[in-house]
């Protein structure tokens, strides 16, 4: 298997999914380890209290990167830092590339045969409890819409449907109301008229 820190396959370019991207920068066979997904291993416990930070951060700005990688029960790795250039591939409903743990090691794999200046990408894996968060515009045309790992994509797709009927059934209810609320207002005498026939009323009393 060639080796990517003799040859690197890879480039970094502005992307039309997100700001930069990383891409084939010659024809990359099929299984080939393109690049290594480099960063600080964390304890759980860690992980989790930056995730918290992340997603606290997410509510206010409306958005945050999420580079925390699952590497075994006990450890993640963050790989945020500057030096770990995998941090750039993007994310793609229809990915070229996996990514893969070998020997505590996360690698970046081909998919299949990619072609010189394609963008790499693969399924960043994010779970169903945050989907919402992490909106997907990588273009594909079996984009699913969010970045969710495809294993969830059926749970994800009766959501959306669910969602979708509902706001069908709240249009439709909404449109009735109207409807009722029109022939309520034809039946009933305008206000005005009845407000003044009790000032008259009233007038002559005096
Ligand atoms: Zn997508």
Known sequence: MPNSSDTPWWIVRHSSIHQRGVFAR????????????????????????RGNELAAKAAKTGGAAVY????????????????????????SCEPNCEAFISRGQIWI???????ANEEL???????????EDHPCRCGSPRCIGYILDEQYW???????????????????????AQLLQKE??????APKKAAKKTRKAAAKKK
């Open 154 to 176: 059926p749970k994800l797709r009766r959501i959306l449907k669910a969602r979708e009927a509902k706001q069908q059934r709240i249009a439709e209810l909404e449109a009735r």
């Open 109 to 115: 794999y081909a998919k299949r045969d990619i072609q």
């Open 26 to 49: 010659r024809d990359i066979p099929k299984e080939t380890r393109i690049i290594q997904y480099v960063g600080e291993k964390i304890t759980k416990a860690e992980s989790e209290r």
């Open 184 to 189: 309520l207002d034809e039946m009933t005498p």
């Open 121 to 131: 990408s693969f399924n960043y894996g994010f779970g169903l409890d945050t989907w």
């Open 68 to 91: 925390i990688f699952t590497l075994n029960k006990k450890h993640d790795l963050d790989g945020s830092k500057s030096f770990n250039t995998a941090r750039l591939i993007n994310h």
